[in-house]
């Protein structure tokens, strides 16, 4: 048992280290999406997720995400956890690290739909009110032995986040974009979408790689172990994550051509991001050929959001809502179509509730749509509280002035750097040296 537990603990710290990279591939992706004046902005703000996470998710994050006692349990074990506070008398550590890892991610997803017109302090409160609260309770429900990993028989189904982690960073980053309104500039006075170019396509693509890389680690790793045969779990995992990364990929890459009638590498990239997220909860209950379609589907659902949100005049610099929260939802749904019923009883013993496209009728469908529905509400909720409340305050948006020209004193001001740009066909365009 010894070798095995350790061998355990190993799977989780290096797939948990492989996750905290992904912070590094959203730091990247936000930058390139960004203009060169915001990345002191970005890099300071990935920091902030991080290390803030760290310390609520110690205090009472972990508390209340999986704090429960199974020779205590309550009603209250239903909605919270409430044991493990500053990881007294708890020893997981190598579980902490992991799910801290996924806490962390969770909220990243927010700093780059808000980028570039967001005061910090209004960034800060929601890093903690996220971490503290929003987001450990709902990984409870789902996770941590809460009401949705109850209902029915075997309860919502979302191995590795397409919902806890997807739905709430990305739900939650809708309404902060609506609520802080788009960036100056960024759509005439017609309410027509003006392009506002990023700094570099290049950290877009490293960022897109990296997190590519980080998500084997998320979807693989959350299986929690290699020991009783999960390892077969894990390898269905990574290529079912293949897959549908790829095949989401091929579908934005032939839908750039069909809508701007070119190749744009932009959009393809964020094909990948929407076949990862669409496959994050089911990679382990899905086949292959699953895979494919709930990766051209999630690239379909989100060229749709995308352009969706542009009529609606809500700015999101890197896509974050299409991609993480419309995803996630399409990823939640495909598992109560495609969920195959051995994969299920693999996981979670006996049952009669499988994807309704294999045989198993509309309960798992079910069950999909209702804990969907509560993870959704729950989030966007907070949000709205978070940033309602820093609107009220006056905390929320940088001045015009500032916003037009960053502001040192109340926010991240530029920093030193030295720019090179070169085009696509390898020719010196643009060379830049400042000092400020």
């Known amino acids: 048992?010894?070798?095995?537990?350790?061998?355990?603990?190993?799977?989780?710290?290096?797939?948990?280290?492989?996750?905290?990279?992904?912070?590094?591939?959203?730091?990247?992706?936000?930058?390139?999406?960004?203009?060169?004046?915001?990345?002191?902005?970005?890099?300071?703000?990935?920091?902030?997720?991080?290390?803030?996470?760290?310390?609520?998710?110690?205090?009472?994050?972990?508390?209340?995400?999986?704090?429960?006692?199974?020779?205590?349990?309550?009603?209250?074990?239903?909605?919270?956890?409430?044991?493990?506070?500053?990881?007294?008398?708890?020893?997981?550590?190598?579980?902490?690290?992991?799910?801290?890892a996924f806490a962390s991610a969770t909220i990243k997803i927010v700093s780059g739909a808000i980028a570039e017109r967001t005061q910090f302090m209004a960034y800060?409160?929601?890093?903690?009110?996220?971490?503290?609260?929003?987001?450990?309770?709902?990984?409870?429900?789902?996770?941590?032995?809460?009401?949705?990993?109850?209902?029915?028989?075997?309860?919502?189904?979302?191995?590795?986040?397409?919902?806890?982690?997807?739905?709430?960073?990305?739900?939650?980053?809708?309404?902060?974009?609506?609520?802080?309104?788009?960036?100056?500039?960024?759509?005439?006075?017609?309410?027509?979408?003006?392009?506002?170019?990023?700094?570099?396509?290049?950290?877009?693509?490293?960022?897109?790689?990296?997190?590519?890389?980080?998500?084997?680690?998320?979807?693989p790793g959350s299986t929690l172990a290699l020991s009783k045969g999960l390892y077969k779990i894990s390898s269905r995992a990574a290529a079912t994550t293949t897959i549908a990364a790829s095949s989401g990929f091929m579908t934005c890459t032939i839908l750039s051509r069909i809508i701007f009638k070119q190749y744009d590498v932009v959009f393809a990239l964020n094909g990948i991001l929407a076949g990862l997220v669409s496959i994050t909860g089911g990679c382990a209950f899905v086949d292959l050929w699953a895979a494919v379609i709930i990766g051209v589907v999630g690239a379909c659902v989100f060229a749709v959001a995308s352009k969706g949100l542009l009529l609606l005049r809500i700015d999101d610099p890197v896509d974050a809502s299409p991609v993480h929260l419309f995803c996630g939802i399409w990823g939640i749904i495909a598992n109560g179509l495609f969920a195959r019923r051995?994969?299920?009883?693999?996981?979670?013993?006996?049952?009669?509730?499988?994807?309704?496209?294999?045989?198993?009728?509309?309960?798992?469908?079910?069950?999909?749509?209702?804990?969907?529905?509560?993870?959704?509400?729950?989030?966007?909720?907070?949000?709205?509280?978070?940033?309602?409340?820093?609107?009220?305050?006056?905390?929320?948006?940088?001045?015009?002035?500032s916003e037009l020209k960053l502001n040192r004193d109340k926010n991240p001001g530029p920093d030193s750097y030295a720019r090179v740009e070169i085009m696509d066909n390898g020719r010196l365009d643009h060379f830049q040296f400042r000092i400020t």
């Open 1 to 100: 048992m010894g070798l095995i537990q350790d061998t355990d603990d190993g799977w989780l710290i290096v797939t948990g280290a492989m996750i905290f990279l992904m912070q590094c591939g959203f730091c990247m992706l936000e930058v390139g999406s960004v203009r060169v004046k915001s990345t002191k902005s970005i890099l300071l703000k990935t920091l902030l997720d991080n290390c803030i996470t760290a310390v609520m998710w110690l205090f009472v994050g972990y508390a209340f995400a999986f704090g429960t006692d199974e020779s205590e349990r309550t009603n209250l074990d239903q909605f919270m956890g409430y044991h493990c506070f500053v990881m007294v008398d708890c020893d997981r550590y190598a579980y902490w690290f992991f799910q801290w």
């Open 124 to 219: 800060f409160f929601n890093v903690v009110v996220m971490s503290a609260w929003t987001y450990p309770i709902i990984a409870h429900w789902v996770w941590g032995g809460g009401w949705l990993s109850r209902y029915q028989t075997n309860g919502f189904l979302d191995f590795a986040g397409s919902g806890v982690v997807h739905i709430t960073g990305g739900a939650t980053s809708l309404v902060a974009a609506w609520i802080v309104g788009p960036r100056i500039g960024r759509f005439d006075k017609n309410g027509k979408p003006k392009p506002l170019p990023g700094y570099s396509k290049s950290l877009i693509c490293l960022g897109v790689f990296i997190l590519w890389f980080g998500w084997y680690g998320f979807n």
């Open 342 to 401: 051995e994969q299920i009883e693999i996981l979670y013993g006996p049952t009669n509730q499988w994807g309704a496209f294999l045989g198993g009728g509309g309960w798992q469908l079910a069950v999909q749509l209702a804990g969907m529905s509560a993870i959704l509400g729950w989030s966007s909720f907070f949000a709205f509280v978070v940033f309602g409340l820093c609107k009220v305050l006056g905390v929320l948006r940088v001045p015009e002035k």
